[in-house]
């Protein structure tokens, strides 16, 4: 198994504190949010870990990590950083992480064990967290709606009430090689633009609506978090 942590963002809404820096290195409790990934997919005994990158790419070099570059990094969003790894995914199973996330190695585990094609983890317990987050939790929230088998009925559109939600996505996931070229060919088949505009969770609510291959949704109960703006690293260091 093999993991890719896509490292390719600004990361504006932290403000100056990626003036100099990517995202994925500002410090959480003392250590870059990199750092909380790798350690986590280490422990999972996941060794071979490359990144994405975009802004600032040559600030990653001291970790020695082999890379994919997305040179249209400020005109893309994260699904086409993805595909820049593309001979990687159709070749190897691999656990796809995002990196202003923490969490550990439980979920990466969970996900390598997991037989389907695509798989993806998420919280059952989000509202605490979201609650601690926002003043509205819904204001930051995507529908998320599973059957009783876990199988991934709905992801990523607009909810109307906490009804609708019924769980957090991490932003942590694993393609099969299978998998993989099946959600590449239905983004393939966006336009230009929607291709560049294209998000996580609304190519992974076109291959439900596909209807072709089944996403498993794996729940995770132990601790972890999103890294989203200033105000998210005060939350996490207070618990």
Known sequence: M???????GRGSRMREKTD????????????????????????????DISLITGYKSESFAPYGLP????????????????????TLLSKEPCIISYSDIFYESAAVISLMEASEDIAITYDPH?????????DNPLDDAETFKIDQTYKLLEIGNTPASVDDIQGQYMGLLKFTPTGWRHFHDI???????ARARAHMT????????????????????NEWGEVDNITDLGVYAQS
């Open 2 to 8: 093999k993991a890719l942590i896509l490292a390719a």
């Open 20 to 47: 100099d820096r990517p995202k994925a290195l500002v410090e959480l409790n003392g250590k870059p949010l990199l750092e909380w990934q790798i350690d986590a997919l280490r422990h999972a005994e996941i060794s």
């Open 67 to 86: 890379s994919f570059h997305n040179a249209h990094w400020e005109t893309t969003n994260m699904v086409s950083s993805l595909t820049c790894a593309d």
């Open 126 to 134: 989000w509202l605490s967290l979201w609650k601690k987050r926002f």
């Open 187 to 193: 983004w393939l088949a966006l336009d230009d633009e």
């Open 202 to 221: 609304g190519m992974l609510q076109k291959v439900i609506e596909d209807g072709h291959m089944d996403i498993r949704a794996i729940p995770y109960e």
